[in-house]
Each structure stands twice: as C-alpha cells, then as structure tokens.
C-alpha cells in the first residue's frame, strides 16, 4: 500500500476503532449498562452512529464523485437504527428525512437554529480527505455542505471544518502551527476561536498536556465546541504516540468518548497509516473486512482524482 492510500485507509479504520472501543465509557451509567448490552454482536465490538454515518458519506461521495447533500440525506435516513446511539435530535431529524420531509427543512425542525452537537463532525473526515489538502477553500465548502444536512448551526458546521480540514492537513504531514492557522482562517464563530486559542497554547507545551487539564479546558461533551478541538488536540498531540496510548488518553479525558475517540483516531490515522493500527484490535471491530474493502476503494478513488 502507498503512503497516500496507507494513510486513507489508516484514517477510517481509526475512526471507527476510536468508535467501538470508547462507546463504553460514554454516558452515564444507564448508557454503559444499554452498550454493554447493544455494544457486542457475535463477539465482536459494535460501532455507533459516528461510524454509520461516515460509511454513509464514502458510500454517497463514491457514487456521485461530489458532495451531494440529497443522496447524503436519504443515507442517512435509511441507515438510521436507534441501537447505534444516535443523537436525539439527529434521530427525530433522520426520521422526519424518512418520511418524506426534504432535509433543508428537517435540519431547523428540531432546533431552530440547527444543531450544534457534535454529530456532523463526527462524519467530516472522509469529507477532508476525498477533497484533500490544496484548495482548502472547496474543502471546507464541501464539508460545509456535507454537515449541513443534519448540523445547521454555525458552530456545528463549524466543528465538522475543524476535524474535515485537520484530517486532510494532517494526510499530507503539514506541520501543527500551520493546520491552527489554516483552521483560524475558515473558523466562524467565536465559540470554536476560543477553543483553538487554548489548543495552541498546549501545543507549546512539552509534553501532551494532562487528559483533566483538556476536559477542563477544551471541553469533552457533545456539543461541538465542547469536543472537536479537544479531538484535535488528541490527534495531534498523540500522533506519534501508540494508537492504545491515543485510545486511553481519550478514555481519561472522558464525556463523549465514542465521538472524541473517532475524530481524534481519524486525525491519528491520517498521520501514521493503517498499517500501525494493532490488529487485536481490528481483529475485534465488527463488519471489519466490509470497512476495510470500502476504505481500499475510497482510497483508490481519492488517489485518481488527487493524480
Ligand atoms: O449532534 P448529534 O448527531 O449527536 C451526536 C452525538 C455523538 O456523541 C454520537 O456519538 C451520539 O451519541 O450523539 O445529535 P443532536 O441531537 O443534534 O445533538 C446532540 C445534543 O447537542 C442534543 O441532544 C442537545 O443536547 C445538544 N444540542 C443543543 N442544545 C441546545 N440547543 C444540539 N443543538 C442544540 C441547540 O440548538
Ligand atoms: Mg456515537
Ligand atoms: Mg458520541
């Protein structure tokens, strides 16, 4: 596998790893009880709506060879299981989508102003990496678009640029400093300018700040303002660290550690390639030949394009 492809491939597979292996330690007790109990099928660890959604975006983006918001939401709306934890809002929005309502009127039904959770970046990176790093103005409109199917809310969409942009940087060894300034300048809303201003303060740090310290500071929850630039942090910061020290790390840092899992791992995936994922692990996730068969694809098609 080359490089390029290595990393594609690297990006999805840890995204849907950060998935299955934090979903039990989202939530409260309640929640851990239910995923102990939905979280396993045939011995093998169930993903959540953060992986399905993701699918759903390649499978869209490898049909229609663009950012298509109609395809993306009827996807969406015919994947849509209750049993892989979706968002509340996201799971009345979807069924709405389901029975007939066109998305652009569906995403302000349940809030006015459109979500804000965290659920449309929790699905930008294959967004970030099918348009990659270069003209990051088309990227960032793409993942704009992408979000705005289910995330109207300027900081919703905002957090989805923060993961989709990083991923794509990050793909092609761009520096630290040089993804914060090129995030700052697509950034919307004061809410995310604050968050990055703390994560670059921490990126001077010597070593990964402590995982309290980023709950503190960056947030854990599901908002978006509350988890993107913590997972990006994560990402980067632990880059060159083990995928298991990424994974407990995030663990530590708590709250919504399915999310935060899956966008930090696409972040680190992008950096090291598949090939550094540890295969007891991938060994453990379910439908993991069909994901690694569609991220293969999705990498050939990237590749093609990006030539
Ligand atoms: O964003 P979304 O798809 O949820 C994703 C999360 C991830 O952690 C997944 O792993 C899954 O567990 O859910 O779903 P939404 O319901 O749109 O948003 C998530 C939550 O953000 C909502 O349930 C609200 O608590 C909060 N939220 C808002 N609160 C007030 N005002 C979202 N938008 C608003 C708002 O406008
Ligand atoms: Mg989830
Ligand atoms: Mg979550």
Redesign the pocket.
Known sequence: MQTHHARICGAILAAALGDAFGAPY?GGIIEQLLWRILGRRRGKRCW???TQMSVDVIESLLTCNKMDQDDLAQRFASSYRWSR??????AK?LRRIRKGEHWSIANQA??V????????A?RAAPVGLFYGAGDDKKLVQAVRSATLV??A?PV?LDGAVVIGLTVALVCRDYPVQEIMKRLRLHIQTMDMHNRLAIAERFFHAEHPVAPKQIAQELGNG??AQDSCVTACYIGLALRKAPFVDMLTYTREVGG?T??IGAMAGAIWGAACGYQYLPEELLNQLEHRRYLEKLAYRFAEAIVQRQE
């Open positions: 989202e959540t709506d953060d934890g979706y968002g509340p809002g996201a929005l349940v809030y102003n459109g979500s804000l959770g965290n659920g449309g929790m289910t995330h809310h919703g599901i908002r919504d399915d999310t």
